[in-house]
């Protein structure tokens, strides 16, 4: 098991350049992990394809329920407390704390691209760029 950004989600479906890492990376370990957050910054990311036109509305509430059937049963609610610790001893904002404070739960590590979280938390993050 391992826990993803929502960018490491949104990799896997919105063609790009660590597309095909996102790819080799639920083919190499397709227990994955998110704070119940990650919806909302998914369709953040989504909202933008939209904005721009490169996602029709049907493909990205498509997009969308795609991911949700990938992450059911894996979303976690996560401690306050955890994530404001965690604000308070790094620069890191309290949404991106989310997913460190569910790693540091269940403890393994959070694969992300974060530079901020990577800096932060060297020994529970791992770069999707990294494979």
């Known amino acids: 098991m391992i826990v993803v950004d929502s960018n490491v989600v949104a990799y ?19 227990d994955w992990a998110v704070p119940i957050l ?14 721009r036109k490169i996602l029709t509305f049907d493909q990205a509430c498509d997009l969308q329920n795609e991911a949700e059937d990938l992450l059911a049963g894996s979303e976690f609610e996560v401690d306050s407390k955890a994530v404001l610790e ?16 569910l790693a540091n739960k269940l403890q393994v590590k959070l694969v992300t691209m974060d530079a901020k979280l990577l ?5 529970r993050t791992a770069s999707l760029a990294a494979g």
Do not use: Q
């Open 12 to 30: 896997l479906y919105l063609p790009g350049d660590h597309t095909s890492k996102a790819e080799a990376l639920l083919e190499k370990d397709p």
């Open 119 to 123: 800096r932060a938390f060297p020994k």
């Open 38 to 51: 990650w919806r909302s910054e998914f369709r953040n990311i989504l909202a933008g394809y939209l904005r």
């Open 86 to 101: 965690l604000v308070r001893d790094s620069d890191c904002p309290p949404y991106d704390c989310e997913f460190m404070a």
